[in-house]
């Protein structure tokens, strides 16, 4: 069996992410992004227990797969792929 760990970045979708319940294990924010939705995100986050990690914007470009993470990435639980 293979375990893969997967990343949602974008406001929307980590937004998203963290109210239906998805199992995360971090949320990576952008040192100084403060408003507007990252302060609903936040408070999502804080209410489900997840670790937040304020990192500089190159740790998120670094990161990021698609290049459009808007200031925020969650790092969600591995989870198991079967085998056909």
């Excluded at 760990?5 to 100084?32: F, H, Y």
């Excluded at 936040?42 to 190159?58: H, Q, S, T």
């Excluded at 990161?63 to 808007?70: A, D, L, N, Y």
């Amino acid at each position: 069996m293979k375990y893969e760990e997967s990343t949602i970045e974008g406001r929307n979708a980590v937004l998203e992410s963290l109210k239906s319940g998805k199992p995360v294990d971090k949320l990576l924010v952008q040192e100084g992004a403060g408003e507007g939705s990252v302060n609903t995100i936040l408070r999502e986050a804080k209410k489900a227990g997840v670790v937040i990690e304020y990192v500089p914007k190159e740790r998120l470009d670094a990161i990021s797969k698609t290049g459009r993470h808007q200031g925020v990435i969650v790092s969600c639980a591995a989870y198991e792929y079967a085998e056909v």
